[in-house]
């Protein structure tokens, strides 16, 4: 009786804290180039926004206070430097923490809508490491 107390006790204080600290986020359609808008409700400035390509350098994008006010946001990512084709995540963080905002599933980079020019070269990592063993096992 009094173990089940404690589960439920704790089963609340995690899941009141999920609610408060967590946001949503939606991002719209990445093509090459292009502006890449991402909205979100709730959350805490300051905001930011970090590009995970596949392989490449990760890309940490400050998230303006302009973007955010009465609880909803809205901001976006100037001429997406990626590639068509480029695979990559998006995550996103408030003054909580990382990650507070969730991970998009993996997006693809499509074709440029607009004529933009901008610099897809990936920057050269300052250093490299490797994994092993590959494949990675579950629990291994
Ligand atoms: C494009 O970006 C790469 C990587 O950051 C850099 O090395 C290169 O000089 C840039 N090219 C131009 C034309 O700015």
């Keep these: ?71 909803k946001g809205s901001y976006s990512i100037p001429q997406l430097s990626l590639q068509i084709g480029a695979l990559f995540v998006l995550t996103m963080s408030d003054a909580t923490g990382f990650g507070s905002g969730g991970t998009t599933t993996q997006l693809t980079v499509g074709n440029p809508v607009a004529n933009n020019k901008c610099n897809t070269t990936a920057a050269s990592p300052p250093y490299t490491f490797n994994l092993t063993p590959l494949p990675l096992t579950q629990c291994g």
Excluded: H, K
């Design 1 to 71: 009786m009094q173990s089940s107390y404690f589960v439920r006790f704790f089963l609340c204080i995690a899941s009141c804290l999920s609610v408060t600290r967590a946001f949503s986020m939606t991002v719209g359609t990445p093509t090459q180039c292009d502006d890449l808008t991402v909205s979100w409700t709730g959350g805490q400035a300051p905001f930011e926004i970090l590009l995970a390509p596949s392989l490449e350098m990760y890309q940490n994008i400050p998230v303006p206070a302009s973007a955010f006010s009465n609880g």
